[in-house]
């Protein structure tokens, strides 16, 4: 874990300039919107594949220097925190290696292609004490802060039932004609729909609604091949899900649902929660991502039903340090500067990101959980997490 005290000051090494960029924006965020922060991050370094491509982005947020290797980024000496954006492929061992050198990590989600390579990632961060964040982000929106304050105060009552949803189809993969990219090799990314997205609504399922004993899943793959590129007549074989739907039994009784589906027109960030209990409810969805459904009957029956609040007051999770609460809103950007905040404050408090964050821990449970979905849909047996 963190050591307290150690400094105030953080140089960042980036892997991956597309994430990277949001995280770019986040890192550079900190001292800005929480002014004096409390730990100052230090853009050191970017690595990426391509040299223009890296060069173009470093400059644009002032990194001092750009790698093509990751493995120079990592044994770069004032790189102390290594965020690692590039994609699954390259989580294990980038971030294994930064470990090995002491580093503090950072990891985008799914923090990996397994629970195998999770569980040595896990091992390796805690054999070097060093601190580890998986980029679930969704849980630093502040109506979902907002959700969970109200979960954690029992407001719900007894849970009964928890729904979570994500589709997104921006990519436009519903079309057999786009082209494949990593996301369609499970080489290279483990999962398709469910560790692109299903990912999320499994962390947020574990944050609001507890630990998931047992997984019954359906997978479904409709486009088996794509093109090269674009326009090209040269195949690559898809073998990961564009949809995978598993019912859930959480270890506190609770039932739940979570599907991923990345083949759904018209839905472009549908990230989407329903908690139901004995004393209330809540919904969520990210396309309205400053608002929280919330049904807890009050003793005048006359306003029984749910209420839209609008999260932007100065009493909700995070929003002391925004001015938003006039027009506009809290943004999707405002969650990478929350969390990577939050990474910062515990590291100079030598503390977990847990609960509020998501730990190696939380990111090796949930590729448990994604490896359990994966192997359910394969033999359409329900299988049991208890022992895991
Ligand atoms: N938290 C979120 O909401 C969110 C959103 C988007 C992506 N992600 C996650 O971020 C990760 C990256 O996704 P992306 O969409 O940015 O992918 P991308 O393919 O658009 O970009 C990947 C980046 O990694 C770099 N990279 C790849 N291989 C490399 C190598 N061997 N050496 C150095 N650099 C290398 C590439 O140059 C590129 O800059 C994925 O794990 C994805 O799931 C998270």
Redesign the pocket.
């Given at each position: 874990m963190a050591r307290p005290g150690r400094k105030k000051e953080f140089g960042v090494g980036i892997?991956?300039?597309?994430?990277?960029r949001?995280h770019a924006h986040g890192w550079q965020g900190v001292d800005e919107v929480y002014h004096p922060a409390r730990a100052k991050p230090r853009l050191v370094a970017m690595?990426?594949?391509?040299r223009e491509?890296?060069e173009t982005e470093a400059r644009r947020f002032g990194f001092k220097k750009t790698y093509?290797?990751?493995r120079k980024l990592v044994a770069d000496d004032e790189v102390d925190i290594v965020d690692n954006?590039?994609?699954?492929?390259?989580?294990a061992e980038a971030t294994i290696a930064a470990a090995e050198k002491g580093k503090d990590l950072v990891c985008?989600?799914?923090m990996a292609r397994n629970a195998k390579e999770g569980k040595a990632m896990l091992e390796a961060a805690e054999r070097a004490g060093v601190a580890h964040m998986v980029?679930?982000?969704?849980r630093f929106v502040s109506a979902v802060a907002l959700a969970k304050q109200i979960v954690d105060e029992g407001l719900l009552g007894r849970l009964y039932y928890y729904k979570g949803s994500y589709l997104n189809a921006a990519a436009r993969y519903e079309d057999p004609e786009t082209p494949a990219?990593?996301h369609h090799s499970s080489e290279m990314a483990g999962y398709g729909a469910l560790?692109?997205l299903g990912t999320?609504a499994i962390d947020l399922a574990r944050f609001l609604a507890g630990e998931v004993k047992s997984v019954q899943s359906v997978s479904r793959t409709f486009i088996s091949s794509r093109p090269e590129k674009k326009g090209s007549n040269k195949k690559v074989k898809v073998d990961v899900d564009d949809v995978t739907v598993s019912a859930l039994s959480f270890e506190n009784g609770a039932a739940g649902l979570i599907e991923a589906a990345w083949v759904t027109p018209g839905r472009t960030d549908s990230l989407t929660f329903e908690a139901y209990g004995s004393r209330g409810s809540l919904r969520f969805n990210l396309e309205r991502m400053n608002e929280l459904e919330v049904y807890l009957p009050g003793e005048d029956s006359r306003f029984n039903g749910p209420r839209n609040v609008l999260v932007l007051g100065r009493e909700h999770p995070f929003m002391t340090r925004y001015w938003v609460n006039q027009a506009g809103g809290f943004s999707w950007e405002n969650s990478f500067v929350n969390e990577l905040n939050h990474y910062l404050e515990c590291l100079v408090e030598g503390k977990s990101v847990s609960p509020q964050g998501a730990t190696f821990l939380d990111g090796y449970r949930n590729c448990l959980i994604m490896d359990s979905m994966v192997d359910s849909a394969r033999t359409g047996r329900r299988v049991d997490l208890s022992a895991g």
């Open positions: 892997i991956g300039y597309s994430i990277g949001v690595a990426g594949r391509t491509r890296v093509t290797d990751w954006c590039a994609p699954p492929y390259l989580h985008e989600k799914p980029g679930y982000n969704f990219d990593w560790a692109d999320h």
